[in-house]
């Protein structure tokens, strides 16, 4: 066999992916979930349109019957990304190169979660929430923060985030 062949994007059953959606090399969707509570059920993985993935990336199907993990659409899952069973991402969120999302955990619309990252199983991350590269999260990350460390403490408002989202010079106060 050889090398390109290998590499290329590997779908399993269960996923669905929506129009437009960016696939690279040797990413895996809709593989079945880590858990050893999992059973064979029918479940499924779906990727939102115009997504990217990029390469070496896993998507992980639900561990439940009839569940799904959902990737929302005009989200970035950077290399070697990892979205655990049981997962939402909201849409245009940003999954950077390395990030390990374990089960259960909810990402906010437009969060960006920086390479290296680690969560915890059953965590939030907020909509507009920005996690600093190589933190560890195991609690609940509040909207429109950025948060950073081992473990992960909220640092600031993401003003940054907060702009680049139209959120007006007034509101980024009131938040404040």
């Not at 990413?27 to 990029?54: H, M, N, T, W």
């Not at 998507?59 to 990892?82: P, Q």
């Not at 933190?135 to 992960?152: H, Q, R």
């Amino acid at each position: 066999m050889s090398w390109a062949r290998e590499c290329v994007p590997y779908f399993k059953r269960g996923l669905r992916l929506g129009r437009e959606v960016r696939v690279f090399e040797g990413a895996v969707l809709g593989g079945e979930p880590q858990d050893l509570k999992y059973r064979a059920v029918e479940s499924f993985a779906e990727v939102g349109d115009r997504c990217v993935i990029r390469e070496y990336a896993t998507v992980n199907r639900s561990d439940k019957e009839g569940g799904t993990t959902r990737i929302g659409s005009g989200c970035f899952l950077m290399a070697y990304g990892h979205v655990a069973h049981d997962c939402e991402i909201g849409e245009q969120a940003i999954v950077a190169s390395h990030v390990a999302l374990a089960g259960h955990i909810r990402v906010g619309a437009k969060a960006f979660i920086s390479g290296g990252v680690v969560v915890h199983q059953f965590s939030c991350i907020g909509e507009l929430a920005m996690v600093g590269g190589g933190s560890k999260i195991t609690l609940d990350v509040p909207p429109f923060f950025t948060v950073d460390g081992v473990p992960g403490r909220a640092v600031e408002l993401n003003v940054v985030g907060l702009r680049r989202a139209d959120f007006s010079d007034e509101d980024i106060s009131l938040l404040k």
